[in-house]
């Protein structure tokens, strides 16, 4: 029987045009709805549908169509009809392809498909007619095109697929990673897999060592491997960054005679690898055969992870049986199946077979060119996917993109030899700019060596990764060197506002150095150590104290003065804007009660309560109502004075290229939160960090 509402309501948009039946429980559509060919706007978000009839074709006056979050598998192929369509919400549904006929549609300028289980995309993609049509295509495991191109845009996906045509062959590359402590045993896996001899005084591994590995296996093509065997040792962590990559395989490997952190390291692989397929290997069970992890609860916390492995690189127990496992694996990575264009190939092997650490920008456009790549976006769209796959080491930042890394080792080299250098350890973290000819030898014939113009590249790699910055123009300060007792200090912690993130399963160890990095002109008076500092806001007379603690695995944030609501605010984005770079990291942002700080309530909870018209909240801990109003305006900026000192403070956070004007617009054409109060933060900061994101 049908919905006799839904009918009515149907019945009533006849001579309307828009119609809204968004979260209403819909499997299927009404044959009536066809019948409203005025329709320019249809919105059918948050419903249960699984298809489309074919009489949507009806609907021929549509503009909008929104079926975001559905349970859509296919598309008809009648789409193609609705040709005035401009804006068609597909994202947060189950496609696993869609039909080559939505490339006939004329006027189509916003395509969403992100958040679905597209593999491909049909090459016809790349004949719309509108050529600045936007096609959001995140979280899609794409693999033609791959998803470092279709990221790139309609003019990148049409490059693609006209190279295709020419000359087309399959990758069959992937990258395997092995992390964990130092000396767990990486090393001594990696040597088990090349059949080589065990050693029990093997060196530690300080960086990272890569090695390629070709396996021939049941007669198949045959796949090469980059097997990057990172070293374990903590104050390297942070360069893991430059070179842990999604689509790739990961290998975990604890040490049985220790009492390992797999936590920690499988955060730190989701945080970097986002789903990545990862085996874990219990090692060295020679020493501790009795080591055991409690496989069934790890394994339903993170579901990338496809096996355990007890084995023992001095006895070669579990060895055979972890390899095996491996090339099953290393099969299934959606890496291999992408395919690339000849041309493609051919300044990939080219640039593999220079005997050099980096080559200049100028040179690898050089290979483009005779290679037969001559649109600049195609050059750049390889070299970000040479990143990736870990051919080459580029960054797009502007002093950074004049130089492509060819030998990551290279990189991390120098990382490590400044990170460890004895004189930066006795300065408390300062390095000397006029010091690093000494850290960093030149040796005309030797590979690892660094002459003086490649300094200032190492330099602004380390700051673009917030591992350091500068102290004037002749020193830059490394916070993960910094000393470990927090400074004595004032400050009036009984009257500031404070907050708090609560990193729900993992507190990355790079958040607060990263922090400290990109705060580091506000701190007061040299007022900061590993896990904390001390910032002040000169303009406003303001101060802060924010502080990590690992245990709890929370940021603690106070602001006090008279801007207190705003800077520590501003401070709320900054992190936000870290927190947003890791992949999969579950925060809470918590609001501690004015008069019970140990107390907190998450401010989501918060902003849910309002929307919901309950204004009394009584906190876990407390017997206490609080107005839920109130506690929203302890952080959210009341006015436009207010919200104007905070958009003062993001405007100078954003990326030099970011005008003023577009971040007064994203801010003051906000509405304000759901309880009518202020700006909506939450928005406000997504608008931003996205627009950022795609910058970069």
């Known amino acids: 029987m049908k919905d006799k509402r839904l009918l009515n309501i149907i019945k009533k948009a006849k001579?309307?045009?828009?119609l809204n039946l968004s979260s209403r429980g819909l499997t299927e559509l009404p044959p009536e709805l066809f019948q409203l060919t005025n329709l320019i706007r249809l919105d059918l978000t948050n419903n249960e549908l699984t298809s489309l009839p074919s009489e949507i074709a009806q609907l021929t006056n549509l503009e909008e169509l929104k079926l975001r979050s559905n349970h859509?598998?296919?598309?008809?192929?009648?789409?193609?009809?609705?040709?005035?369509?401009?804006?068609?919400?597909?994202?947060?549904?189950?496609?696993?392809?869609?039909?080559?006929?939505?490339?006939?549609?004329?006027?189509?300028?916003?395509?969403?498909?992100?958040?679905?289980?597209?593999?491909?995309?049909?090459?016809?993609?790349?004949?719309?007619?509108?050529?600045?049509?936007?096609?959001?295509l995140y979280d899609n495991p794409l693999t033609s095109p791959p998803s470092e191109i279709a990221e790139q845009g309609l003019q990148a996906i049409r490059q693609y697929f006209t190279?295709?045509?020419?000359?087309?062959?399959?990758?069959?590359?992937?990258?395997?990673?092995?992390?964990?402590?130092?000396?767990?045993?990486?090393?001594?896996?990696?040597?088990?897999?090349?059949?080589?001899?065990?050693?029990?005084?093997?060196?530690?591994?300080?960086?990272?060592?890569?090695?390629?590995?070709?396996?021939?296996?049941?007669?198949?093509?045959?796949?090469?491997?980059?097997?990057?065997?990172?070293?374990?040792?903590?104050?390297?962590?942070?360069?893991?960054?430059?070179?842990?990559?999604?689509?790739?395989?990961?290998?975990?490997?604890?040490?049985?005679?220790?009492?390992?952190?797999?936590?920690?390291?499988?955060?730190?692989?989701?945080?970097?690898?986002?789903?990545?397929?990862?085996?874990?290997?219990?090692?060295?069970?020679?020493?501790?055969?009795?080591?055991?992890?409690?496989?069934?609860?790890?394994?339903?916390?993170?579901?990338?992870?496809?096996?355990?492995?007890?084995?023992?690189?001095?006895?070669?127990?579990?060895?055979?049986?972890?390899?095996?496992a491996l090339l099953h694996e290393l099969a299934q990575v959606e890496m291999i199946g992408i395919r690339w264009p000849g041309s493609w190939f051919r300044v990939k092997e080219r640039i593999e077979q220079l005997d050099r650490p980096y080559i200049s920008s100028e040179e690898y456009s050089d290979l483009c060119a005779e290679a037969g790549i001559s649109e600049p976006q195609s050059r750049e769209v390889l070299v970000d996917f040479l990143h990736d796959l870990g051919a080459a080491v580029h960054f797009r930042d502007f002093v950074l993109k004049a130089m492509h890394v060819l030998d990551p080792v290279w990189v991390t080299e120098a990382v490590y030899k400044i990170i460890n250098a004895e004189e930066v350890a006795d300065a408390r973290g300062t390095l000397g700019l006029n010091s690093l000819g000494t850290i960093l030898p030149y040796r005309k014939d030797e590979k690892l060596s660094w002459p003086e113009s490649t300094h200032v590249f190492i330099l602004e790699l380390m700051k673009k990764f917030e591992l350091c910055w500068g102290l004037g123009e002749q020193a830059v300060l490394i916070p993960q060197l910094l000393p470990v007792a927090e400074p004595a200090f004032s400050f009036d912690y009984a009257n500031a506002l404070g907050f708090v993130l609560h990193y729900q399963d993992f507190l990355p160890p790079s958040v607060m150095p990263r922090f400290l990095v990109k705060r580091h002109g506000q701190i007061r008076k040299g007022l900061c150590w590993r896990t904390g500092v001390v910032l002040e806001d000169k303009e406003s007379g303001t101060e802060a104290v924010v502080k990590a603690d690992h245990e709890a695995?929370?940021?603690?944030?106070?602001?006090?003065?008279?801007?207190?609501?705003?800077?520590?605010?501003?401070?709320?984005?900054?992190?936000?804007?870290?927190?947003?770079?890791?992949?999969?990291?579950?925060?809470?942002?918590?609001?501690?009660?004015?008069?019970?700080?140990?107390?907190?309530?998450?401010?989501?909870?918060?902003?849910?309560?309002?929307?919901?018209?309950?204004?009394?909240?009584?906190?876990?801990?407390?017997?206490?109502?609080?107005?839920?109003?109130?506690?929203?305006?302890?952080?959210?900026?009341?006015?436009?004075?207010?919200?104007?000192?905070?958009?003062?403070k993001i405007e100078a956070h954003l990326d030099e290229k970011e005008s003023a004007t577009e971040a007064a617009v994203s801010l003051f054409e906000l509405k304000p939160n759901i309880a009518g109060i202020g700006v909506n933060l939450n928005e406000l900061f997504g608008r931003i960090l996205g627009r950022e994101k795609r910058k970069k």
């Open 15 to 18: 001579k309307k045009s828009l």
């Open 72 to 136: 859509l598998t296919t598309l008809p192929p009648e789409i193609c009809c609705l040709t005035n369509l401009k804006r068609l919400e597909l994202d947060q549904n189950e496609l696993d392809e869609i039909p080559p006929e939505i490339s006939l549609l004329p006027k189509l300028r916003w395509l969403d498909l992100s958040y679905n289980k597209l593999t491909k995309l049909p090459p016809e993609i790349g004949q719309l007619i509108t050529n600045d049509a936007y096609i959001p």
């Open 163 to 324: 190279s295709l045509q020419q000359e087309e062959q399959p990758l069959n590359q992937v990258k395997l990673l092995l992390i964990g402590e130092g000396a767990a045993g990486k090393t001594s896996l990696v040597k088990q897999l090349f059949g080589e001899d065990f050693d029990a005084h093997e060196d530690t591994t300080h960086g990272i060592s890569i090695r390629n590995w070709k396996v021939e296996e049941n007669g198949d093509t045959p796949l090469r491997v980059n097997i990057w065997d990172f070293g374990g040792q903590e104050i390297m962590h942070a360069t893991h960054q430059f070179f842990l990559s999604r689509r790739s395989l990961y290998v975990l490997v604890l040490d049985g005679r220790r009492d390992e952190r797999p936590e920690y390291w499988l955060r730190h692989i989701e945080s970097f690898g986002g789903d990545s397929p990862v085996l874990v290997v219990l090692n060295k069970q020679d020493s501790n055969p009795s080591f055991q992890l409690n496989d069934p609860f790890l394994q339903a916390k993170y579901p990338a992870i496809r096996g355990f492995f007890r084995t023992s690189c001095a006895d070669g127990r579990g060895i055979a049986e972890f390899r095996s």
């Open 553 to 648: 695995r929370r940021i603690y944030l106070w602001a006090g003065g008279p801007r207190r609501k705003e800077f520590l605010t501003f401070l709320w984005f900054s992190l936000r804007a870290i927190n947003d770079s890791f992949e999969k990291l579950n925060v809470s942002e918590l609001i501690p009660m004015p008069d019970q700080p140990s107390v907190t309530v998450n401010y989501n909870t918060m902003l849910t309560y309002t929307k919901k018209g309950i204004d009394v909240y009584i906190p876990d801990g407390s017997e206490k109502e609080y107005s839920v109003r109130e506690l929203l305006g302890l952080v959210e900026p009341e006015g436009e004075d207010e919200m104007r000192q905070l958009m003062h």
